[in-house]
């Protein structure tokens, strides 16, 4: 039996749907178009390790690449079922051990391998704070201590001359980043799907004294 008045629903919810998307797409909240493609009507709420696929990239090579090397007992034992079944729960994709510099075991499932690409997603974070310390090393800034006015301007005033470049390193800023990964409004939303990523992060400003309260922003890492 046909139920025509289902299908017109359907067909106006999907116009006004469109609709939606379009006004989306001519105002600032542009990036709702890119992030709604990419998660809620694939069937997501978060993005997915996959998604590097849809942004520009570029290849950063060396000159004289360093291998990692290899452990003496590499790969020799194999991985108990408890951690097994764990990393199927979890969809695990790759387990990598490293000691004392050197691979021990390595193992990848779901057609993933040591040469698959990936976004880095929060791993950016640890790579940010050798990059600080080699900053450090070479003078390009002064210490942990060094006021963030110095390098940006725009937070040379109220608390944000607060700020110091150890602040956003441990994560203590104060400042106004919603780490929230599931609305489509939060930081983390505007900067993974947006086209301005400076002008995001530059328009969060403190609220708290920073250096007081530990709490988890990418922004920080960002800023």
């Not at 990936?118 to 791993?123: D, G, H, L, P, Y």
């Amino acid at each position: 039996m046909k139920l025509p008045f289902l299908n017109q629903r359907r067909n106006i919810y999907f116009v006004l749907f469109s609709s939606v998307l379009f006004s989306l797409s001519c105002n600032s909240s542009s990036y709702l178009v890119k992030g709604i493609s990419d998660t809620y009507l694939k069937g997501r709420l978060n993005p997915n390790i996959d998604g590097y696929q849809q942004f520009a990239s570029r290849n950063v090579t060396t000159a004289t690449p360093q291998p990692w090397p290899m452990s003496k007992n590499y790969n020799n034992q194999a991985l108990p079922d408890e951690c097994l079944q764990y990393f199927k729960k979890t969809k695990t994709i790759a387990y990598l051990i490293i000691r004392n510099d050197s691979i021990c075991f390595e193992q990848y499932w779901d057609g993933y391998t040591d040469t698959t690409h990936t976004n880095s997603f929060s791993a950016a974070k640890s790579i940010v704070s050798i990059l600080a310390g080699i900053a450090i090393k070479e003078g390009k800034i002064k210490s942990v201590h060094q006021k963030v006015r110095d390098f940006v301007p725009s937070l040379s005033k109220g608390k944000d001359t607060l700020l110091t470049v150890e602040d956003l390193l441990t994560m203590s800023s104060g400042m106004g980043y919603a780490e929230d990964y599931l609305s489509p409004f939060g930081y983390p939303a505007k900067a993974y799907y947006g086209d301005n990523l400076m002008k995001v992060t530059l328009s969060y400003h403190v609220k708290k004294e920073p250096g007081k309260t530990f709490n988890y922003m990418s922004g920080n890492s960002t800023l």
